[in-house]
């Protein structure tokens, strides 16, 4: 008890008249994303642009299938399940700078399995094949 005692003693002894500090005005921060592409150049512009279709595109397919089509401007994409075919055409367009032909969008169920008594199930996603033009290519594999 002597640590409470202690405290005790110390509020007691200050006075119940200090003036209580004012709260501290709030400064609003406006960010406006147009503002800051016309003040930024090149590449900076590109990566703000890219913030907004950063969640469409997951990632390329890799498959046999896929890569034959590559050879004739076709590429697939693992994509985000809510994301529609403007959307993925807009997202090659800011991350490949390739405006695409067209999109063909499938929903794929995921497949449901057992082991034994224990059941589960893979989640459900969705595939793009992106057409490109004749003369446009993407560089996908590049580092592989």
Known sequence: MGIIDSIKKTTKGKSASAPKKSPAKKQVVTSDVDAKVETVSG??????????FSGVLSHPLVSEKAAHAEAMNVYTFVVARDANKYAIKQAVKDIYGVLPEKVRVINYEGKSGRYGRFGGRRSDWKKAIVTLSKGQSIRIHEGV
């Open 43 to 52: 590449d900076a512009k590109r990566a703000i642009r890219l913030s907004k």
